[in-house]
Every structure is written in structure tokens, then in C-alpha cells.
């Protein structure tokens, strides 16, 4: 069954240090997203993905935070200069339509801020 | 703005007893309802999706519902691996974000 994939399982960084989350998503999978989870918080929208470009994203989601798709499998997340809040995980998630159909969503990347 | 509650935080149960999660949503028009399961440390896994009042969806010892304002996720003679934190979520009216509730954290004991 596919799924989608993330890497690395474990981010460890520097305050102010560049990080990029990597994504595989489902290969037959058109929209794109991120979420992250605070230790013991809910799962919260970053950012969607369609067609080469962001369609919605949260307020969370500021100028110190960028997604690309650099080729045809590949979806990222790059965090400009860390701050000790971004420690959380980051889900990858691909939906194959974007109103109604089922997002899934990877196994995450725990990031850790120091 | 979008809001889902899930009730109760945490749920302990002894094998075999069965019982009912609760997801009561707010939203501006429903498109949908998603229950997601999720391990320590893991990704949500999807389970169920549901569309419109009296809906029922089962899978296993799970069966969800539906009704205008709330969603129940019933275990049925739960068994110890069926413990995890069960999630619901609503999407907005773009269907690009999805809301989540904060999730019961379900315990099942042998």
C-alpha cells in the first residue's frame, strides 16, 4: 500500500541554523501539506501545496519557513533560522483531490531546537 | 473559524469493554469528518471518513457516526492494542486545512 515517507525521523539543530524536512508524498498525489504537533498540542496546519505553488497557509507559517517541490517525488520544508519553538514534530501529508478526499500523512520528523 | 472538541481527554477501559469516543464541530458548512489514529511518536493513520449526517462507517471493533453536530467513534470489545490517542478532524471550506481536536487518549488494559 503506498504511503508517504519523511526523512529524517530525528532533527537535531542549533538555534538559528537552516533545516530542511523532506517529504515523499503518495505518487499519484496532487495536493501537499504540513503540519506540526507541539509536545502534548494538537496538530496544526502549515501549509498546502497545489500545482507548484501555496494555496492556504496559517499563521503560523511566516517568512522563516518555505516549501518547494524540487522534482517530480520530492516535497520540503525549509525552516530559515531555527527557534528554540519549532522544536516539535512535522508531519508530511498528500491527498490525491484537496475538498474532500483523505489526507495521509507520513511518520513525522521530531525536530529538536537547542 | 473552524472548531472541533473531542471528549473525554483520556478514556482507560479494561479488554473487552466497549464504550464511545465523542468529536462535537463547529464549521461553516461540513465537508466531511476524518477520525485518525495515532501512536506515540507517530504520524496520524487514517481510519474513517464520513460526509453526511447518519452516515456509519465501520472497520473492525470501530464504527463511526455521524450526526449535524457530532461524530462518535464506538470500540467494540476493545482489545490492549487498540490503545492510542483517536483524532478527528474537519476541513475548511477550501478543503486545503484540516482542523484537528486535541484527540482522547485511549488506554485498553488486559
Known amino acids: 500500500e503506498p504511503e508517504v515517507t519523511q526523512t529524517p525521523s530525528h532533527q537535531v539543530t542549533q538555534m538559528g541554523q537552516e533545516v530542511i524536512l523532506r517529504c515523499v508524498p503518495i505518487?499519484?498525489?496532487?495536493?501537499f501539506y504540513w503540519y506540526r504537533q507541539i509536545l502534548g498540542q494538537k496538530v496544526e496546519f502549515l501549509v498546502s501545496f497545489y500545482n507548484n505553488e501555496i494555496s492556504e497557509k496559517s499563521e503560523i507559517f511566516d517568512d522563516q519557513f518555505s516549501v518547494e517541490r524540487p522534482d517530480g517525488s520530492n516535497f520540503t520544508l525549509k525552516i530559515r533560522s531555527t527557534k528554540l519553538e519549532d522544536s516539535a514534530m512535522y508531519f508530511c501529508a498528500s491527498s490525491r483531490d484537496r475538498s474532500t478526499d483523505t489526507q495521509y500523512f507520513g511518520p513525522g520528523t521530531r525536530l529538536t531546537v537547542l | 473559524e473552524d472548531q472541533v472538541t473531542q471528549s473525554p481527554e483520556a478514556l482507560r477501559l479494561q479488554e473487552g469493554e466497549s464504550s464511545s469516543l465523542n468529536c462535537s464541530y463547529t464549521?461553516?458548512?461540513?465537508?466531511?469528518l476524518f477520525w485518525y489514529r495515532q501512536d506515540p511518536g507517530k504520524g496520524p493513520e487514517f481510519l474513517f471518513t464520513l460526509y453526511s449526517a447518519g452516515e456509519e462507517k465501520e472497520k473492525e471493533r470501530l464504527k463511526a457516526t455521524l450526526t449535524k453536530k457530532e461524530s462518535f467513534l464506538h470500540i467494540t470489545a476493545p482489545k490492549p492494542e487498540d490503545s492510542a490517542t483517536y483524532l478527528c478532524?474537519?476541513?475548511?471550506?477550501?478543503?486545503?486545512?484540516?482542523?484537528f481536536g486535541e484527540g482522547t487518549q485511549l488506554t485498553v488494559n488486559p
Open positions: 464549521v461553516s458548512g461540513l465537508r466531511g
Open positions: 478532524a474537519v476541513p475548511d471550506p477550501s478543503g486545503s486545512r484540516l482542523t
Open positions: 505518487s499519484n498525489h496532487l495536493y
